[in-house]
């Protein structure tokens, strides 16, 4: 991926990241826990996730150095760096034990990668029995449609360059049912989410 571009759309999207934290805080139902952001399109929902919940410790991170120094050069600007650390990450094969995270976060996720059921059941994988997945993406369920209105020629013109696939939510409880996930829920309120809790 190209990495004026992704920062260009993470530049975009700055007005959103608190609206989405608060989606998923919401369906997550807790303040504190560890949390995984996975991906290019951070560290805006850990950041805003961070300034909401005190007590949770994030994670954050991608498989390209320069995408990870430049979110640990976001996470200092915000003044952030001992709340939310930066960690390679390979999306497919997720660096860290099973049961290691509360809450496991891809925004973006579900639009612009293949093997789509590899990358839930890792997430899945490195979840401790309680704990929520959020995979998916969007402005956020509370965001305005003012503000929606007033960014989403250009978030659109970005995604289109970066080659965004448009999903169903019959595609999204595919990908669900075929990662194994017993049970979810797909919201689709000024975007689209996944949402499962981990059981076992």
Not at 149 to 166: C, D, M, V
């Amino acid at each position: 991926m190209d990495f004026e571009l992704i920062r260009a759309v993470n530049d975009c999207f700055q007005p959103f990241y608190p609206y989405a934290a608060a989606e998923i805080h919401a369906e997550y139902g807790r303040d504190a826990g560890d949390v995984l952001e996975i991906g290019p399109y951070g560290p805006g929902v850990a950041l805003a996730l961070a300034e909401r919940c005190p007590g949770m410790r994030l994670t954050c991170g991608d498989d390209s150095d320069r995408l990870n120094d430049y979110l640990a050069e976001t996470i200092a600007a915000a003044g952030m760096s001992a709340r939310v650390r930066v960690e390679p990450i390979d999306k497919y094969d997720l660096p860290f034990e099973a049961a290691s995270f509360d809450l496991v976060i891809f925004r973006g996720g579900l639009f612009f990668w293949e093997g789509q059921e590899r990358i839930v059941a890792e997430m899945n994988r490195v979840l401790k029995p309680g704990g929520m997945g959020a995979h998916g993406g969007g402005f956020g369920a509370e965001a305005s449609d003012e503000l929606i209105e007033s960014l989403l020629p250009e978030a659109r013109e970005l995604n289109n360059r970066l080659g965004k696939k448009r999903l169903s939510r019959a595609d999204v409880r595919q990908i669900a049912e075929n990662a194994g996930l017993g049970s979810f829920r797909i919201a689709a309120e000024h975007g689209l989410w996944l949402f499962w809790e981990k059981h076992d």
